[in-house]
């Protein structure tokens, strides 16, 4: 690994004393969680994030055994093709590729993708170039690692060069915003980030109750809106102004749940955008669209207008450890072309995984 000026490992970490920045008129108090140890980046700051972003990707492969039993009811759904492909002979086809194709869909890999690998599949079984059941299946996860790599690429974090760097998470209502915010947060604090939480979610009183117990929880410090009709893009502004002058690495923005089609909601959501750009333009580095793994090929419509309406970076697919359906990963990014960047895969803190294509292919077609 080539040395950064910035590398998170060779640091020496010094703890933040707890001592509250200096308050200013305009800004919401700010609110700490436990101590925090926190790594400074002294020197320039170019290479910083890049090298963040590729250490939370690198630290995704070492993540397998996780990644493994999260994704255990899809890949016992897809066993089945195991099956078929042990017994499979030329003259059963048809059979054969027709039983595939239920297992693929079953798992939502969605009609598309599944007819482009079922006919990739029945073209090379044809023309003599697959002649065993192990060669199908290595053709069948070579057909998907290659369309995860292809069009979902740039997996890793982008943060670019300055400090804070801000990430923002939309999506509709429960689908794990917050708590994909809290387990994103322990993980960059892991790597001795230092994480400023902006509670933008104004719509439900109990939302800033929550994410300040993951403040609590990851040891991180929160911007909270005061008062009744505390309006989020205000909030999230704030926020930035004080990361920005507090010197922290990153600032992470929940937002309220919204129905992609209720337009206002959407509205405010660009009125969120605008006000982070106005204090640094250029950011939101990320937004991450979350989106409920169990809720199957409906995401993707959601999906669409998020994309349309904010643009997204990057996805983070939630829940699909109580599901059978992690195909669905493989059919959004088919469909969109954002790359995912996590799977959820628990409630717990460690539950949030670097999506890595190799690893995942592994874990459903074992
Ligand atoms: N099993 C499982 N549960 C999850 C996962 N992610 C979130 N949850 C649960 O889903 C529920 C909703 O999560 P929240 O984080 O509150 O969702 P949200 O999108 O912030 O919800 P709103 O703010 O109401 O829109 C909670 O009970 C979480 O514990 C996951 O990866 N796996
Ligand atoms: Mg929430």
């Known amino acids: 690994m ?7 490992f060779t640091l020496t970490p010094t703890v933040t004393p707890l001592s509250k920045p200096t308050p200013t008129a305009t800004l919401l108090p700010i609110r700490t969680g436990s101590p925090q140890r926190s790594v400074q980046c002294r ?36 066993a089945v093709i195991d099956e078929l492909l042990l017994f499979w002979n030329l003259s059963e ?32 079984i044809m023309s003599g170039k697959l002649k065993s059941g192990s060669e199908i299946k290595d053709a069948l996860k070579k057909f998907v690692l290659e369309l995860l790599t292809k069009k ?20 509709v209502n429960g689908g ?10 322990h993980r960059l604090k892991n790597e001795g980030v230092k994480i400023l939480m902006a ?29 009744e009709k505390v309006k989020a893009p205000s909030v999230l502004s704030q926020a930035i102004k004080r990361g920005k002058e507090d010197g922290y690495d990153v600032v992470l923005c929940d937002t309220s749940g919204r129905l992609h089609t209720n337009y206002s909601l959407m509205e405010e959501l660009i009125s969120c955008k605008k006000a982070i750009s106005k204090v640094i333009p250029g950011a939101p ?11 199957g090929l409906n995401m993707l419509p959601q999906a669409r207008e998020f994309n ?7 996805l983070i697919l939630t829940k699909l450890d109580g599901s059978a359906r992690g195909g669905c990963v493989v059919s959004v990014v088919d469909e969109l072309g954002i790359p995912v960047k996590f799977v959820g895969v628990g409630e717990g803190l460690e539950d949030l995984q670097p999506f890595d294509a190799e690893t995942f292919v592994g874990a459903v077609f074992s």
């Open 2 to 8: 080539a040395s950064s000026p910035c590398n998170p």
């Open 43 to 78: 020197a320039g700051q170019t290479g910083f994030f890049t090298r963040l972003g590729r250490l939370i990707k690198e630290k995704a492969k070492s993540d397998v055994d996780k990644l493994f039993s999260g994704f255990s009811k899809t890949r016992d759904n897809l």
């Open 93 to 124: 086809t048809d059979r054969v590729l027709d039983e595939l194709e239920e297992a693929l869909l079953v798992s939502d890999f969605g009609p598309r993708i599944t007819i482009k690998i079922v006919e990739s599949l029945r073209e090379d």
């Open 152 to 171: 979902g690429n740039k997996t890793e974090l982008q943060l670019g060069f300055r400090k804070p760097a801000v990430i923002m998470v939309v999506g």
């Open 176 to 185: 794990g915003k917050t708590t994909s915010l809290g387990k994103l947060a």
């Open 199 to 227: 509670a933008g979610d104004t719509f439900r009183a109990a939302a800033s109750d929550q994410l300040e117990i993951w403040a609590e929880r990851t040891g991180c410090e929160i911007v909270v809106g005061e008062g």
């Open 285 to 295: 580095n990320e937004i991450l669209l979350v989106l409920d793994g169990t809720t």
């Open 308 to 314: 349309e309406v904010v643009g997204i970076t990057g």
